[in-house]
């Protein structure tokens, strides 16, 4: 296949798996810091890595200087760099693995490999259970016990990738396998959170070509299937892609079997039955036998079935089924350019990574009508939760970035749920504000009854308030806290208030069966993006697709309304 050329995503992946190793071997922390700013500024870069190369304007990025810039070209060009390589070959492939667990940092995972050589999952679970862990500096009992914890979990569950990074990896592998045209399937096309095994769909039959190029994507990749069927490969670290190809008269029903859970197509092939249609992954046939029927494309295989055409989000078996038989189905789902305004967004006043007016430029350029400025409240000290007086020192910035930009900017905050269910501010500085989002950042391991009492005093407030990331899991590291879900519904649909459904690729919550919970209850959503960075803006994206396979239509979404209307519909005083 040749030299593999990386686009920003992979090089800023890099980028930042250089750093990492140079932490781990105690390089220099401002060597180490200039790779993470680096890869952070290929992200924001607006446009492709292939114009900033080419007309070499990588150093006009903030951060990036000759020599940064030309490992960049380097890897962009070839898919390689000689310090990665190096670094690669000096220290064991099982750190980078260690990095993904919460509790470990470069600095930790460096104490670790320094003081027991720990350079594996394995290594690092021997030395937990012989409680070796606990006795390294910087460590102690219970991070060594929430470092099992992890372990464990992560082995119980097969490799699995979150849905942005799933993506990414679809796209790579098209231009890996030279333009061979593939469409989405699987989780993935449904936009799931996890996604445990990417699946392509190529609108050929020439397969076990196709699983060698595949093999050849990444180094040490091993090819498990490779026959009519299909093509199945494992990428190093366990993960699996599955390829499947398909004559232009079988695209459709192909594309269907491979996107839909196994109970959303057997109701469907049950359907078409009972219209004399013989549905199966390699075309509608006439019950009876004969040749395929041509389809021109998803839409007519559903009208075939006498249903309308289920959006993939919906494909779950989750009751779309019986709805779209009932005539319920909403035709309407929002999308994401119904939505305009950007809610749940930091800036540098709090753990933001530009400042005030960065933010509200890339909301201007993306065309947004207003964006929500919610910096941590003060009991987040650990994230510059901002005082009473820095909140109001942020008002005076406000409207001076105001004057600067056509956005119109709304003054918040991302108040604590505090563990009585107060929130973080008095309520003469909530009422004066514009927006105000609620979360739980602290105390997550409260008991199930503590924690519903806790978020029902809270949602009972008088003020209006968005639940932020309602359950306050972090996909793939934490698991999601106990609390009786629809008591807190109920407490929040009997006051003012809304849910949230949060864009980050490590929350998307609430889920789609919780927003499901909300919207029989009538309480208002709103997407947000909960964006640390102007790159971030662009998590708007999930949180729609999250809103989507939640059933969630566009007036059910307050922040597709209008400026004067959003601000209307959530201001945190009730109006006189």
């Not at 319920?328 to 950007?342: M, Q």
């Not at 459904?501 to 309480?523: F, H, Q, S, T, W």
């Given at each position: 296949m040749g030299l593999r050329m990386l686009d920003k995503a992979a090089v800023a992946r890099a980028l930042r798996e250089i750093g990492a190793l140079l932490e781990v071997k105690g390089e220099n922390p401002f060597k180490v810091r200039a790779y993470a700013t680096g890869a952070r500024a290929l992200e924001e870069a607006v446009g492709g890595l292939e114009e900033l190369v080419a007309h070499k304007r990588l150093t006009e990025l903030r951060g990036i200087g000759e020599a940064l810039a030309k490992k960049i070209t380097e890897l962009h060009l070839t898919g390689h760099t000689a310090l990665l390589d190096r670094l690669r070959g000096e220290l064991p492939t099982g750190l980078l693995e260690l990095l993904e667990l919460p509790d470990l940092g470069p600095r930790k995972v460096a104490a670790l490999y320094a003081a027991l050589k720990v350079g594996s999952l394995a290594e690092l679970e021997a030395a937990c259970r012989a409680g070796l862990v606990q006795r390294v500096p910087g460590f102690g009992a219970k991070t060594e016990e929430r470092l099992l914890e992890a372990l464990l979990l992560r082995a119980r569950r097969r490799p699995q990738l979150l849905l942005p990074d799933a993506l990414t990896l679809a796209e790579e592998l098209s231009a890996h396998l030279g333009g061979e045209p593939l469409a989405l399937a699987g989780s993935a096309r449904r936009m799931a959170e996890v996604v445990e095994e990417l699946v392509l769909l190529a609108s050929t039959e020439r397969k076990a070509p196709l699983a060698a190029d595949l093999a050849a994507f990444r180094p040490g990749a091993e090819v498990l299937e490779a026959s009519g069927a299909g093509s199945r490969v494992r990428l190093p670290g366990g993960f699996e892609v599955r390829l499947h190809g398909a004559p232009r008269e079988a695209r459709a029903a192909a594309l269907h079997h491979l996107t839909g859970s196994e109970g959303h197509c057997r109701?469907?092939?049950?359907?078409?039955?009972?219209?004399?249609?013989?549905?199966?992954?390699?075309?509608?046939?006439?019950?009876?036998?004969?040749?395929?029927?041509?389809?021109?494309?998803?839409?007519?295989?559903?009208?075939?079935?006498?249903?309308?055409?289920?959006?993939?989000?919906?494909?779950?078996?989750?009751?779309?089924?019986?709805?779209?038989?009932?005539?319920?189905?909403?035709?309407?789902?929002?999308?994401?350019?119904?939505?305009?305004?950007?809610?749940?967004?930091?800036?540098?006043?709090?753990?933001?990574?530009?400042?005030?007016?960065?933010?509200?430029?890339?909301?201007?350029?993306?065309?947004?009508?207003?964006?929500?400025?919610?910096?941590?409240?003060?009991?987040?000290?650990?994230?510059?939760?901002?005082?009473?007086?820095?909140?109001?020192?942020?008002?005076?910035?406000?409207?001076?970035?105001?004057?600067?930009?056509?956005?119109?900017?709304?003054?918040?905050?991302?108040?604590?749920?505090?563990?009585?269910?107060?929130?973080?501010?008095?309520?003469?500085?909530?009422?004066?504000?514009?927006?105000?989002?609620?979360?739980?950042?602290?105390?997550?391991?409260?008991?199930?009854?503590?924690?519903?009492?806790?978020?029902?005093?809270?949602?009972?407030?008088?003020?209006?308030?968005?639940?932020?990331?309602?359950?306050?899991?972090?996909?793939?590291?934490?698991?999601?806290?106990?609390?009786?879900?629809?008591?807190?519904?109920?407490?929040?649909?009997?006051?003012?208030?809304?849910?949230?459904?949060?864009?980050?690729?490590?929350?998307?919550?609430?889920?789609?069966?919780?927003?499901?919970?909300?919207?029989?209850?009538?309480?208002?959503?709103?997407?947000?993006?909960?964006?640390?960075?102007?790159?971030?803006?662009?998590?708007?994206?999930?949180?729609?697709?999250?809103?989507r396979r939640g059933g969630v239509r566009r007036g059910e979404v307050l922040n597709a309304l209008p400026h004067q209307a959003f601000l209307k519909a959530v201001r945190p005083a009730a109006s006189p």
């Open positions: 109701k469907v092939r049950a359907l078409a039955r009972e219209r004399g249609y013989h549905l199966t992954p390699h075309g509608l046939f006439r019950q009876g036998g004969g040749e395929p029927l041509p389809l021109e494309g998803e839409g007519e295989l559903y009208a075939r079935a006498g249903l309308p055409l289920i959006p993939p989000e919906l494909r779950e078996d989750a009751g779309e089924i019986e709805a779209a038989l009932a005539g319920e189905l909403p035709a309407d789902l929002v999308r994401e350019e119904d939505v305009r305004g950007f809610v749940h967004c930091h800036t540098s006043w709090s753990d933001g990574r530009a400042t005030l007016l960065e933010m509200a430029l890339a909301a201007d350029a993306l065309g947004a009508e207003y964006l929500t400025v919610t910096d941590h409240s003060r009991s987040a000290a650990y994230a510059g939760g901002l005082s009473v007086d820095r909140l109001k020192a942020q008002w005076e910035e406000i409207a001076k970035v105001q004057e600067r930009v056509r956005v119109r900017l709304l003054r918040g905050t991302e108040a604590d749920i505090t563990e009585d269910g107060a929130l973080d501010y008095p309520d003469a500085v909530l009422e004066a504000l514009e927006v105000v989002v609620a979360s739980v950042h602290s105390r997550h391991r409260m008991g199930e009854r503590e924690m519903t009492e806790r978020l029902v005093r809270a949602m009972r407030l008088p003020i209006f308030k968005i639940w932020g990331h309602a359950r306050g899991r972090l996909l793939l590291e934490r698991e999601p806290f106990a609390c009786r879900l629809e008591e807190v519904l109920d407490a929040l649909a009997g006051s003012r208030g809304a849910v949230e459904v949060n864009g980050d690729p490590k929350r998307l919550e609430l889920d789609p069966a919780g927003l499901r919970l909300a919207r029989a209850r009538g309480i208002p959503v709103v997407l947000s993006v909960d964006a640390h960075a102007t790159s971030a803006l662009t998590y708007l994206r999930f949180a729609v697709a999250t809103a």
